[in-house]
């Protein structure tokens, strides 16, 4: 079908159904009566029947047809041309022509056909209009295919319902970048399928053949639950092919579930690193933040800006976001209000180490539910200025209890880290002191304050990812202090989900760690990422840093892994620390001196208020 008679039976479809359809019958009725006078074609062979009682016949069944169509919409473009929606109404239209034919044949005196004609006639025109329909729809959709010399030929992997979503998108749409070659599926079953025409050629095991075979210049990864193994693998196979990767994200990051080639995008790392599917309590995390005022310390921050995105989904009475970084409250603004006026009073600019602002800010918000995020986390500059981090994480977290106590702060979650787990390092021991700090409070009041420990947040500021990504981007080299070094990697949504969830959990005093999977050799990340830049980058080993670990741990050698409410969170008990044991890192002490200091706190026997108890739960 040429391009000008495509556009003038879209621009005449009503017209050219009806006509197409009238014929249809046209066809249907005398082709009845000559199979049921075994293709005798000369009147006198047909008994009692007449030509002009076929003719009667054939007009009242245009007749019929252009009224019902007109009226079951089938003439009105409500479903698209020749899909199943269009022919299950095409078929009900038809069967009720029939019915109406039939009761007229035998109501009159003298029938126009014999009455098996009649059935049969609808069975032949129902046969007949759906394959116009079906050609027609077969002749657009090639017309709307992409052209060869326009588009890039690509591999699917994947032959389920995202691969089939895709393909429409591809195929019916000339102005695609893609034109599908060949499909891949490890499924046995669908090894000879063929999709809109598309061939399934093969397993992961094949697609070099494949790749050879067809030319392909990229793989589509179109299976949105994809594990991070299969992300590994696919990316290895198409670097070591030369060809590019593209992939789905998850359902639940399309806004309809339904899939497009606009949804392709680049293997990220946190495809690469795997994410974990959380199974949130919604009812329970409600229950403690709607209608609650809720205030999060360090909201400008990578985590405490999740957590006011978050929050704020479950519409708290009030949320307050606290920040020294008035830049960073800018910008939180603008991501949760689509404005950024800096007009409302939720919006504090605090310190936390300043106790009087700090007070201040609780009375005038009288905030039920606190989320303590604000810290120093950059691990070798806290070694260097071990002072920092006391006034920050120690007696920052300090004034934050005090000041939630004093106004009454019914629960409060203090986010930790993985460092704070058999610390070595001056932020570890500083947040290892905040953990013990919060549940002295709980140990004294039985209040739900708790502490939140996980390890590191992919895209967060100041991540290895993206200081990774930062060297590539000026030409290398990739510095990575040891070839053996891991750490544990987590999405920072998921991370913020389980904190509130933990925040729901929680029993008085506890630290509660967040499962971050398996940990990851930083080296294999970067000699992926080194791999996939358009030039050589070396790679350069610094060694580990003062206050390193060569593996993390989430949990310390002497603590439990007990899960009680959750499959992704541990409880671990956490030992009491009254605040007064940290008055002598106020002192004007040499950084050696507080470092030991802080060494000493973290050993420190448990603590107990009176008439409390420091046995684990």
């Known amino acids: 079908m040429g391009p000008q008679v495509g556009?003038?039976?879209?621009?005449?479809?009503?017209?050219?159904?009806v006509a197409l359809d009238c014929l249809a019958w046209i066809v249907a009725v005398p082709l009845a009566l000559v199979l049921r006078y075994e293709f005798e074609t000369t009147a006198n062979e047909w008994g009692p029947f007449t030509p002009s009682g076929l003719l009667a016949q054939i007009l009242l069944a245009c007749a019929i047809q252009c009224a019902l169509g007109l009226a079951f919409g089938l003439y009105r473009g409500l479903w698209r041309y020749g899909s199943f929606d269009e022919v299950a109404h095409?078929?009900?239209?038809?069967?009720?022509?029939?019915?109406?034919?039939?009761?007229?044949?035998?109501?009159?005196?003298h029938q126009l056909v014999p009455m098996s004609v009649v059935f049969f006639a609808g069975v032949i025109a129902l046969v007949l209009m759906s394959a116009v329909r079906y050609l027609w729809r077969l002749s657009l959709e090639r017309r709307n295919r992409p052209k060869e010399a326009d588009a890039a030929p690509v591999l699917i992997f994947g032959a389920g319902e995202g691969a089939v979503q895709l393909l429409t998108s591809m195929l019916r749409n000339p102005n695609s970048p893609y034109l599908p070659v060949g499909l891949l599926d490890d499924n046995p079953s669908k090894r000879k399928l063929r999709i809109m025409g598309v061939p399934v050629l093969g397993n992961r095991s094949t697609i070099a053949e494949a790749v050879r075979r067809t030319g392909a210049t990229t793989l589509i990864l179109a299976v949105p639950s994809a594990g991070p193994e299969l992300v590994r693998e696919l990316s290895d196979v198409a670097l070591d092919l030369g060809v590019d990767l593209k992939i789905l994200p998850p359902l639940d990051e399309l806004l309809d579930g339904v899939v497009g080639v606009g949804d392709l995008r680049p293997v990220t790392e946190a495809d690469l690193l795997g994410r974990h599917l959380i199974d949130t309590d919604v009812d329970a995390i409600a229950g403690y933040l709607t209608g609650r005022r809720v205030l999060v310390t360090g909201a400008g921050g990578s985590i405490g800006s999740e957590l006011c995105f978050q929050i704020a989904r479950f519409a708290p009475a009030e949320l307050v976001m606290l920040d020294r970084d008035e830049s960073a409250l800018h910008a939180l603004q603008l991501r949760l209000e689509g404005r950024a006026m800096l007009d409302t009073r939720n919006l504090v600019v605090c310190d936390i180490r300043d106790r009087d602002a700090l007070d201040a800010a609780f009375r005038e918000h009288r905030p039920e539910v606190v989320f303590h995020a604000a810290a120093l986390k950059h691990l070798p500059l806290l070694e260097m200025h071990p002072k920092e981090a006391v006034k920050t994480n120690v007696f920052g977290t300090r004034n934050v209890l005090d000041v939630a106590l004093a106004h009454r702060v019914s629960r409060l979650i203090n986010i930790s880290t993985d460092k704070a787990a058999d610390p070595v390092s001056v932020l570890g021991y500083s947040k290892r002191i905040a953990e013990r700090l919060t549940a002295e409070v709980a140990a004294r009041t039985e209040l739900p304050y708790v502490s939140v420990r996980f390890g590191n947040v992919l895209g967060s500021r100041g991540s290895v990812l993206t200081a990774f990504r930062s060297q590539l981007e000026?030409?290398?080299p990739i510095t990575v202090t040891h070839p053996e070094v891991t750490r544990y990697f987590m999405m920072v949504e998921e991370a913020v989900q389980l904190v509130i969830q933990a925040g729901a959990v929680?029993?008085?005093g506890e630290a509660l760690v967040l499962d971050m999977g398996e940990p990851v050799r930083i080296d294999d990340v970067a000699r992926r990422l080194a791999a996939q830049a358009p030039r050589p980058v070396e790679i350069v080993y610094t060694g580990l840093r003062p206050g390193e670990k060569l593996h993390e741990v989430l949990r310390g050698a002497n603590e439990a892994d007990e899960r009680v409410a959750h499959p992704l969170i541990s409880h671990v008990p956490v030992p009491p620390l009254e605040a007064s044991a940290v008055e002598a890192l106020?002192?004007?002490l040499p950084d050696v001196e507080v470092v030991a200091s802080l060494v000493t706190l973290c050993t420190t026997a448990p603590?107990?208020?009176p008439g409390t108890t420091t046995e684990p739960r």
């Open 506 to 508: 929680g029993r008085p």
């Open 7 to 17: 556009h003038f039976l879209e621009r005449h479809r009503t017209a050219v159904q």
């Open 607 to 609: 603590q107990s208020a």
């Open 474 to 476: 000026s030409g290398g």
């Open 586 to 588: 106020a002192a004007d």
């Open 90 to 109: 095409l078929a009900r239209s038809t069967v009720v022509v029939t019915v109406c034919l039939a009761v007229i044949n035998a109501i009159l005196t």
